[in-house]
């Protein structure tokens, strides 16, 4: 078997075993064991068990305290929070910064007191003080670009908590609202209409998105207007203009900035401390071993007493 083949039975091996399968969870940890254990072997062939430990213990967790630095504060051209993403048991993406989505009068709305006063919003040019400039001057801005991207991504979760479609196309929506919607497309379904499209029900913001910092938590909030809409098709299998169906509703959505830098700095804690217990435990060793070889020195000697006395 030639050197690509078995690069790519390798690839075919390593993309079929998941994340949660047992192999995967075992590989970091059995490669620590090797790596740190060949280590610790060396050691106690020449210091013993206890004194190999202290050793093992004050390098390794030294060398992680370091690098456990750079991962949450960063470098020179590296910028923070690049280690370590989650703690066990986590997904990837637990501390990452996100917009999430809720309506008025859930168990979120209560903590953004700013949501009882939606006039209070503003359009993302005025938020940014940038509503004087040209149109190109706008749209060229880096603030407003990536502020708008930014609100364009809560413009979504937003969408999909107003009107959540499943993989089929399927609007999940409860019976009593699914009742209103099928009222309205019947009311309002056009004469050259043949049949339904899949998705029948969509929804679109309608409107333009507006944002506020919060005064209780200090977090961006968004607000849109969103619209549901039923869809038909002609006979010729091509969607008509869709219809309004219920009645718009707002949605609200808030940016959580994350804590990318809390598992880099956890890491680093807790190696300083074990650090600090190791350098501990090799410093009582080292003083343990001095004393007993002075107590050794300072043992009187046994001098032979000659027979002629």
């Known amino acids: 078997m030639d050197v690509l083949s078995t690069l790519n039975v390798f690839v075919a091996v390593e993309a079929a075993i998941p994340a949660d399968h047992p192999a995967a969870r075992l590989a970091v940890p059995l490669g620590i064991v090797f790596f740190v254990g060949s280590i610790y072997l060396l050691l106690w062939s020449n210091y013993g068990a206890k004194k190999s430990a202290a050793i093992t213990g004050v390098a390794w967790f030294g060398f992680s305290f370091m690098i456990g630095l750079f991962w949450w504060l960063g470098a020179p051209g590296i910028p923070a ?84 479609i499943d993989a089929n196309g399927i609007a999940q929506i409860g019976s009593e609202r699914r009742q209103q919607f099928e009222a309205d497309a019947a009311a309002n379904q056009p004469a050259e209409a043949v049949r339904r499209a899949q998705p029948f029900y969509t929804a679109r913001a309608v409107g333009e998105p507006r944002i506020i910092d919060d005064a209780a938590t200090g977090l961006r909030v968004v607000v849109n207007e969103f619209q549901a809409f039923a869809t038909f098709l002609d006979a010729n299998a091509v969607a008509l203009e869709p219809v309004p169906v219920g009645p718009s509703e707002s949605r609200f959505a808030f940016y959580d900035p994350g804590q990318n830098a809390f598992p880099s700095a956890l890491w680093t804690v807790v190696s300083l401390v074990l650090f600090l217990l190791s350098l501990w435990w090799l410093d009582a060793s080292e003083q343990r071993e001095k004393r007993m070889a002075m107590d050794a020195v300072e043992e009187p000697e046994d001098l032979a007493v000659p027979i002629a006395q």
């Not at 989505?101 to 940014?128: H, K, Q, V």
């Not at 060229?140 to 969408?159: E, H, N, T, Y």
């Open 81 to 164: 929070g690049l280690g370590i993403s989650h703690l066990p048991g986590q997904g990837n993406d637990h501390y990452n910064p996100g917009w999430y989505a809720f309506e008025a009068g859930s168990e979120r709305a209560a903590y953004f007191p700013s949501i009882n006063n939606i006039d209070d919003f503003r359009p993302i040019t005025e938020y940014l003080g940038v509503s004087v400039q040209d149109e190109d001057e706008t749209f060229s801005d880096p603030k407003f670009a990536d502020l708008s991207g930014a609100v364009s991504q809560a413009s979504d979760r937003m969408r999909d908590l107003f009107l959540p």
